[in-house]
C-alpha cells in the first residue's frame, strides 16, 4: 500500500499553496507549520513572507484565508495576533486518515525508495574481556537505529569492530600453548547448548581465569615475557599454530558475547562481527596510500596526519599516528582501513559508528583524514553517533561498591528481577501463569533497561535507577507495556463489538488529541531515521501512552453512548497499540499481550 500523507503534511501543503496565490512574486514559501495548543495547527510563515514582500502581515493572512482550499480536511482557519493563522483540521478527516493508517501493515509510513545503503558499527566488545555497563550504550543505541533505518527503507549493514588483535593475545596464546587444557571445557564445544547463559559464564570464567594466569606470569617472568611478545610477530605473520589458538579465543568470547546479546534480546550473526584482525591485510596498502598522496607524512620514523584545528596543550598540532616509528599500526590503520572496505566493498553511502563521546577527537581525526584521500566526499559521509556515560544514583560513573566497573550481565539479572518482582505482584489479578511472570520479567526487565538509556539523548550522560526504570508511573517502558496490554484487555472484553471508523461521528478533544498524535507517527519515525535519534521515538511513544491514559479518563470505550462511538473508540485504541507496539519494536522492545 501506498504512504498515507498525514493531515499535517496536508495542511502544510494547502497553506503553501494560498501563500503563492496570494503573493505569487514572492515564490515557493514555507507556510512554518507547528502543532498548537491554540488550535490543532499555527502557521507562522506569513510574518516572514510580509517582511520580505513589505507587506501588511494581518492583511497578508487575510488574503491566504481567503483564497485557501479547505478541500475537507481544514475545519476552521482564523488569523491571530500580527499574522498567524490558528489552523482546525475537520474530526471526519482525522478519522478518514487513521483510516487509511490501519489499512497498511506499515501503518502509512512510507519507504524511502532512494535511500542508500548504511554500515552500523556498534555493540563492539573486546576479545577475552568482559562486558561491563560501559558495552550497553553502543549495543541497545546501535540496534534501535538498525531497526528504525530499516523500516524507513535504508540497506543497512551491521558491523561489531570486536578487539581481537594485538600484543594482549601474544600473552594470552604463549600461555595456552604452555598449558594446553585451560580452555577445555564443556561449553567450548557446545555453544549452541540450550542454556546459553551458563555456557556464556562458563567460557567467561576460563577466559577471565586464563587472563589473570597469563599476565601474572608475563609481569613475573622475562623469560615467558620475551616468548609472548615473539608470539605477537607470528601471529601478526600468519604463523598456522599460532593463528589456531587466536581463534580459540575468538570462539569462546563469542559463546560469552552471545549469552549476554541474547539476555539483550539482540540478535548479533556471526557474519557481521569483523574484528581488527579482518583489516589486518589492508594496513600496509592503507598507509602506503595515504603517504603517497601527501596526505600523511613521516615523523620521528611514525607516519601522521597533521591538523590544524587540532592542538595539544603545548600548542602544537595533535597528530594522527597511523603507523608507529617501530612499524606497528595504530588505530587509525585500522578505521581507516575499515572506512576504504565499508565504501569500497560494501558500497556504503553512510557510516555511522556508535562509539562513546571520549573517543570523539580520534574519530574527527579519522574522518578528515578519509576525506583528505577522497575515501569520504559529497556522496558517503561518516558520522559518530557519540553517546555519554552511564551514571550512578550519585551522579558519577556507574561502580560497584567495591569501586569496580558493574558487570554487564549482572545489571542485566538484576533488572529481570526487579521487574519479575513487579509483575509477580499483579499476576493474580492478571491471571498469569507461572510461565508468563517469568517471560513477561524478561520482557519488563530488558525492556526497562533498554528504553532509560534510549529515552535520553544519547550525548546526554544519564542515571541508572533500577527502581525507577521498573515503576509503572513516569516515563518508563513499563508505563507503555502496561498501555498496550490495557489495550488488548480491552478489546479481549468488546465481545461482539469490533473496532471500526466511523468518520461521521463527532469527537471528544482527548479523541481528537489521540488521533492527531497517532497521525504524527510516519514523519515522527522519518526524524528518527534522518537524526539518528531513537530518543525522539521514545518521547513520541510516552506521549501516546500519556494520551491514552487521558482518552480513558475522559472517554469510555466499551461504555460508550452508541454501537458506532463504541466502535470507533475501539478502532482509536486498536490502533494505539499497534502504533505502541511497532514503536516498541523499533526500539528493540517486546510488547506483552497481558501485563
Not at 506569513?46 to 502581515?57: C, D, E, M, Q
Not at 494581518?58 to 491566504?64: F, G
Not at 546479546?261 to 584482525?277: H, P, Q, W, Y
Not at 538509556?453 to 544519547?458: F, P, R
Amino acid at each position: 500500500m501506498a504512504s498515507v500523507l498525514s493531515l499535517a503534511s496536508s495542511v502544510h501543503q494547502r497553506v503553501a499553496d494560498a501563500l503563492v496565490s496570494a503573493l505569487p512574486e514572492a515564490g515557493a514559501a514555507d507556510p512554518l507549520l507547528r502543532r498548537s495548543d491554540r488550535a490543532d495547527f499555527q502557521a507562522n510563515g506569513i510574518l516572514a513572507l510580509a517582511k520580505k514582500a513589505k507587506a501588511n502581515p494581518r492583511e497578508l493572512a487575510t488574503t491566504v484565508v481567503g483564497s485557501l482550499d479547505k478541500g475537507g480536511v481544514i475545519e476552521e482557519i482564523e488569523v491571530s495576533g500580527p499574522g498567524f493563522l490558528n489552523i482546525t483540521v475537520a474530526d471526519r478527516a482525522i478519522i478518514e486518515t487513521l483510516a487509511a493508517r490501519a489499512a497498511d501493515a506499515r501503518l502509512g509510513v512510507p519507504v524511502n525508495e532512494n535511500a542508500g545503503t548504511t554500515v552500523i558499527d556498534y555493540a563492539q566488545p573486546n576479545v577475552a574481556k568482559e562486558m561491563h555497563v560501559g558495552h550497553l550504550r553502543s549495543a541497545v543505541i546501535g540496534a534501535a537505529m538498525v531497526e528504525i533505518l530499516e523500516f524507513t527503507g535504508e540497506q543497512v549493514v551491521r558491523r561489531h569492530h570486536i578487539g581481537d588483535w594485538g600484543t594482549q593475545f601474544g600473552m594470552l596464546i604463549q600461555y595456552l600453548i604452555e598449558h594446553p587444557h585451560e580452555l577445555d571445557h564443556k561449553a567450548a564445544a557446545a555453544s549452541a547448548t540450550e542454556d546459553t547463559a551458563a555456557s556464556g559464564e562458563e567460557a567467561m570464567s576460563n577466559l577471565n581465569r586464563l587472563y589473570k594466569a597469563s599476565r601474572a606470569l608475563f609481569d613475573s617472568d622475562e623469560e615467558f615475557k620475551t616468548r609472548a611478545r615473539a608470539r605477537v610477530v607470528d601471529l601478526q605473520a600468519g604463523d598456522e599454530q599460532t593463528l589456531a589458538l587466536w581463534q580459540r579465543f575468538v570462539d569462546e568470547s563469542k559463546i560469552y558475547f552471545y549469552s549476554v546479546f541474547n539476555k539483550l534480546d539482540m540478535d548479533i550473526r556471526d557474519a557481521d562481527i569483523v574484528g581488527e584482525s579482518g583489516y589486518n591485510d589492508m594496513l600496509v596498502e592503507t598507509c602506503r596510500l595515504l603517504e603517497e598522496s601527501g596526505v600523511a607524512v613521516r615523523s620521528e620514523g611514525a607516519l601522521c596526519v597533521f591538523f590544524e584545528e587540532f592542538k595539544g596543550p603545548d600548542g602544537n598540532p595533535t597528530p594522527l599516528i597511523v603507523q608507529k616509528s617501530d612499524g606497528g599500526f595504530g588505530y587509525a590503520a585500522t578505521d581507516l582501513s575499515a572506512i576504504r572496505d565499508r565504501v569500497g566493498n560494501l558500497k556504503a553511502n553512510s557510516l555511522l559508528y556508535v562509539v562513546d563521546a571520549r573517543q570523539s577527537l580520534h574519530f574527527k581525526m579519522v574522518f578528515e583524514t578519509a576525506r583528505r584521500i577522497g575515501w569520504l566526499n559529497e556522496d558517503t559521509k561518516a558520522v559518530q553517533l557519540a553517546f555519554g556515560t552511564v551514571l550512578g544514583a550519585d551522579g558519577k560513573p556507574f561502580k560497584t561498591r567495591e569501586g569496580e566497573t558493574v558487570r554487564l550481565v549482572d545489571l542485566l539479572d538484576e533488572a529481570v528481577d526487579r521487574a519479575t518482582a513487579v509483575v509477580r505482584e499483579k499476576a493474580e489479578k492478571v491471571g498469569l501463569t507461572e510461565q508468563e511472570i517469568v517471560e513477561n520479567g524478561q520482557y519488563v526487565g530488558i525492556g526497562a533497561v533498554k528504553y532509560a538509556d534510549l529515552s535520553t539523548s544519547a550525548a546526554r550522560d544519564y542515571k541508572f535507577d533500577l527502581d525507577q526504570m521498573v515503576s509503572l508511573n513516569g516515563d518508563t517502558s513499563v508505563y507503555l507495556q502496561y498501555a498496550y496490554a490495557r489495550i488488548q484487555s480491552i478489546l479481549r472484553k468488546s465481545g461482539d463489538a469490533k473496532p471500526a471508523a466511523h468518520p461521521e461521528l463527532p469527537l471528544a478533544p482527548a479523541e481528537r488529541t489521540l488521533g492527531l498524535h497517532l497521525d504524527g507517527f510516519g514523519e515522527l519515525v522519518a526524524d528518527a531515521a534522518a537524526e539518528y535519534a531513537p530518543h525522539k521515538l521514545a518521547a513520541y511513544l510516552y506521549q501516546l501512552a500519556s494520551h491514552l491514559t487521558a482518552f480513558y479518563d475522559q472517554c469510555p470505550v466499551l461504555k460508550a453512548d452508541t454501537p458506532e462511538q463504541r466502535e470507533n473508540r475501539l478502532f482509536l485504541v486498536e490502533l494505539t497499540a499497534r502504533t505502541l507496539s511497532k514503536g516498541m519494536s523499533l526500539l528493540g522492545i517486546r510488547t506483552p499481550e497481558r501485563l
